[in-house]
């Protein structure tokens, strides 16, 4: 009635006229009924933008929550504040600190020791007697292990010229093949060089500072750079026997991580438990993948952290659980879905599970066991799907070309829906590893390395440190002494180029 009243005096007539002019009072009805449809337009419109905008806070929100525990950004990206400590790891009956059986490292006594130094006595300490003349009942020892001042030690190789006697042919003799300046560094201090550079990644201004205090020596940049890429060109044959023994793997591991300095590009990993081979190049995906050369004719299987671009090969392939335990977290903790929880339970159940077979000398589990754990994870996808309705899809105009945009939660849940083989390959072949962490481990040290020098200056800094690292975590990994075989490869030895590739392969 207010309505009615506010269009009469808008149009200046009175009430009491309506009944001797019904056209007018049709027009006030016709124009009342507009204004409401217009209103409940604007209503329905203005609800429909809230929805939106309400996903939007709740993604954004969702991003700000994003950190190591909950996501794959790593710990140094995590914001300093107070929150609720969790662990990944399972409760065990274990007591903290060393177990039975732990071999501790302390230092032991040597039997025939580099210098023996006698401390005598020399007279009585209780009536002053001399005892220099009384015979020695016994000695207690104490060693001390310690380093002899280190410096370089330089040796001049002498070339004999001869001349015959009988046709006067000035003859002289031979240096060996690794002397060939009149002044050069040996290959046991290039050897160290490389090491300091590339295994315990110092920097090249540090090296030249920690060889002029260790070795009151001075020492150019330039002749480290050179020490480097000496090193790189003599491993060439290593390398091809790194990528044969990669080749041939039943199971191996890859992963890929930005470089972000001069040198803009994305170093690659692929490596197993005894090798490991790095790559470098501008593209992330397969391109850089085919340039490796090490995936297209591949018939082992593959783990890696569902990167779209491993999946156009035709290997076997295994996705890495820690990264799904980590949305997991994020999606029951987040977007609050108890499927997250109980998908986390059970991979977690089924890693156990499979480790438990492994420690009791087991190769498979039962297929009772197999059937109960695949058949939990295809009701926790079902659930997973009622939880989620189109309302909770975030497209901001569903008029829009193209997939919707979803939450995160149900992005999860459609990978472990469609990639459910690859995500439980590990309880059917216990050579499937649960997580991708060996190659998250060793690609590592490239973020370290950014970290400590900032980058690389040139494209060759970065194959030079690839093929090298690549030699050296292979190395380490087998247990070899790195700067023993860097001597070897700065002298040539052909016969370790052949250990060395019967050992890996």
Not at 35 to 40: N, T, V
Not at 88 to 107: F, I, P
Not at 465 to 478: A, E, G, M, P
């Amino acid at each position: 009635m207010e309505e009615i009243k506010k269009a009469l005096e808008i149009k200046d007539i009175k009430i009491e006229n309506l009944a001797n002019d019904p056209d007018v009072l049709k027009q006030i009805i016709i124009d009342l009924l507009k204004r409401i449809a217009s209103q409940e337009n604007a209503t329905k419109a203005q609800s429909e933008k809230i929805k939106i905008l309400e996903e939007k806070i709740k993604i954004l929100e969702g991003q700000l929550s994003l950190d190591s525990h909950n996501s794959s950004k790593p710990p140094s990206t995590d914001i300093v504040k107070k929150k609720k400590t969790s662990t990944q790891r399972c409760a065990t009956s274990r007591k903290k600190g060393g177990q039975n059986g732990h071999k501790g490292n302390t230092l032991h006594k040597v039997a025939n020791p580099d210098k023996i130094v006698v401390h005598k006595t020399s007279k009585c300490t209780c009536c002053g007697h001399d005892l220099s003349e009384a015979s020695m009942l016994g000695a207690e020892k104490r060693q001390v292990m310690d380093l002899p001042k280190i410096s370089l030690e330089v040796t001049e190789h002498q070339a004999e010229v001869k001349q015959c006697q009988k046709c006067g042919k000035i003859n002289k003799g031979q240096f060996p093949e690794n002397v060939k300046s009149p002044i050069q560094y040996g290959p046991r201090f290039l050897a160290q060089l490389v090491y300091l550079n590339q295994y315990q990644l110092i920097p090249y201004k540090r090296i030249q500072e920690l060889v002029g205090d260790i070795y009151n020596h001075e020492i150019s940049l330039g002749s480290i750079y050179n020490a480097n890429e000496a090193c790189y060109k003599k491993l060439e044959p290593h390398e091809k026997s790194i990528k044969k023994g990669l080749e041939k793997a039943n199971v191996k591991h890859s992963d890929e991580t930005g470089l972000k300095a001069e040198t803009k590009g994305w170093f690659h990993v692929q490596s197993t438990k005894n090798l490991t081979f790095y790559y470098w190049s501008f593209s992330r995906g397969k391109v850089a993948m085919d340039m490796m050369g090490m995936l297209k004719d591949f018939k082992g299987i593959l783990v890696h952290d569902h990167w779209q671009s491993y999946m156009k090969y035709g290997c076997l392939h295994a996705f890495c659980n820690a990264h799904h335990i980590r949305e997991l977290t994020f999606v029951y903790e987040e977007e609050e879905k108890e499927w997250g929880k109980a998908m986390k339970t059970l991979l977690l159940d089924a890693k156990r599970q499979v480790t438990e077979a492994c420690d009791s000398g087991r190769t498979s589990l039962e297929e009772s066991v197999l059937n109960e754990l695949e058949g939990r994870y295809d009701e926790i996808i079902t659930q997973g799907l009622k939880s989620y309705d189109l309302g909770e899809q975030v497209a901001e105009n569903n008029k829009k070309r193209g997939r919707k945009k979803q939450a995160k939660g149900k992005n999860l849940l459609d990978r472990l829906q469609k990639y459910k083989k690859e995500t439980l390959l590990f309880i059917r072949n216990f050579e499937v590893p649960f997580d991708n962490n060996l190659a998250e481990r060793d690609i590592r040290m490239t973020k370290v390395k950014q970290k400590i020098s900032g980058g690389f200056r040139s494209r060759q800094g970065v194959k030079i440190f690839c093929r090298v690292r690549s030699f050296i975590s292979t190395l380490k990994k087998q247990k070899l002494n790195i700067l023993d075989a860097l001597y070897r490869v700065f002298i040539n030895d052909e016969l370790s180029i052949l250990q060395f590739e019967e050992s890996i392969l």
